[in-house]
């Protein structure tokens, strides 16, 4: 008898809907840039003061942004096809199969969730509290990036077609506000990824093997393995 | 036939399980990327259509087909802000804008044979004043003009509803048989620029032959003596300078859609 066995983690789907999503939000956000530099008003400040503006002209010389419009359009209105119907199918692959229950929010969510992030950065000597499949922490960030997604959606829905729409930009503040609206959802993306990766780093390869071959190699005395604080 | 029970099947041993499963995992992830490369590939290198990869073109054509039929109908109007709200947009660029040379004095609106020839002005084109057009009903709006850019700007503007020349003037030919043409176009007095118009967003009430802004008669930079400005369109479709307007059986052609943009642009 081995030590070890293998435990089935993440069912095929979500592996695909995951990866396929990579490149398809990048050229999202790829094309995004395109089209938010031509009115890239954006930026954190007070006053006459700015302390960041998105972006700065490095980011678009290193990235060869400008005068680059029609083409991010082009880009933006072919490719959220794909990714829109990747993400309903995401949705509906959670509905259906009932995973919806791994990642809502319970009633100790928030709770759990302080303490792995005090315990991740190394604030608190306690243990992890113990987890499902995904710990607080993973909850609350797996419902928001989803929850965002529907937001990007609407938002961009939003500004594409404002006067056939007008109560969707009103309930999102006005046609200006949903632009911010929607720009600040992407840089949240970014937030996550930057996040995301840093975690997935930290949990280790058998981790990341799970999302690629969809199971992870667990201690045989383990009867119901609890990773906890693994994305 | 020799049949093992589950009991006795020979248990491989986990760690080699799994490298065998990694294994083929990533080589399905490296054929599925592959294939996604060269998707992306061909996307971008199919022949050109105006400025865009003719994929993008079909696609764009989708989108605006699913507008038209699920999203747009003329009863939905823009939202109208309080005057006082109204600003001065900025002069967003110089194409098709008169020149020293070009009179505004002497000029007049051409209505042109539905089907004319882009850009050819013909001595058979009726042609009105603008005190003529201003019997038609006067219409006022407070919108937002809407930039493709990105940025909005409030604006007032006063002027007729197209669709109320329209159902003055013989635009759609003698019998004003509108179903015979779907696309009205638009041309600035020089031919400079040019936009086109499905004819469902031209006749939009939301849609005017606008001669003042803010109050006061359009000024050369602003599009004087009359320009067209519209809620359902990209500011890159508000005509400025308007010379001559026809119906068309045929899509006709776009200043800025011949450099990559979205042909129908709407909002």
Known sequence: MSDVRLHAKHSRAVRWMHWVNLPLLTLMLWSGLLIYWANDVYRIGVGQLTLLHFFPDAVYARLHVNHRLAEGMALHFTLLWPFVLNGAAYCAFLAFSGEWRDLIPQKHTLHDAWRVVRHDLHLSSRPLPPADKYNGAQRLAYTAILLMGVFSVLSGLAIYKPTQLPWLASLLGGYPAARWEHFLFALGYLVFFVVHVMQVARAGWNNLRAMITGYELVPTTDPDPAPGGQP | ?267
């Open chain 2, 1 to 267: 036939m020799r049949r093992s029970s589950p009991a006795s099947a020979p248990q491989p041993d986990p760690r080699r399980e799994m490298a065998r499963r990694t294994r083929r995992s990533f080589l399905m992830g490296a054929t599925a990327g592959l294939a996604g490369l060269g998707a992306w590939e061909w996307l971008n290198h199919r022949p050109m259509l105006d400025g865009l990869a003719s994929p993008y073109r079909r696609l764009l054509g989708l989108n605006e087909r699913l507008s038209e039929h699920l999203l747009f109908d003329s009863r939905h109007l823009a939202r109208q802000f309080p005057t006082a709200a109204a600003g001065w947009p900025r002069v967003n660029g110089m194409e098709g804008a008169p020149d020293a040379t070009d009179s505004l004095a002497d000029w007049r609106l051409l209505l042109a044979a539905p089907n004319s020839t882009p850009g050819a002005p013909s001595a058979s084109d009726f042609s009105l004043s603008l005190a003529e057009l201003q019997r038609l009903p006067r219409v006022s709006m407070t919108t937002e003009l809407r930039c493709i850019e990105g940025w909005t700007q409030v604006v007032q503007w006063a002027g007729v509803r197209l669709a109320d020349f329209a159902a003055r003037y013989p635009l759609f030919g003698s019998g004003n048989n509108a179903s015979a043409f779907p696309y009205i176009a638009l041309e600035t007095a020089d031919g400079g620029y040019y936009v086109g118009f499905d004819r469902e967003s031209a006749l939009h009430p939301q849609t005017l032959l606008a001669d003042e802004m803010n109050g006061a008669p359009l000024t050369p930079d602003h599009g004087a003596p009359l320009r067209l400005v519209s809620t359902v369109k990209y500011g890159i479709k508000s005509l400025k300078w308007v010379g001559r307007i026809y119906a068309s059986r045929r899509r006709p052609p776009d200043f800025w859609a011949q450099q990559g943009y979205d042909w129908y642009a709407g909002l």
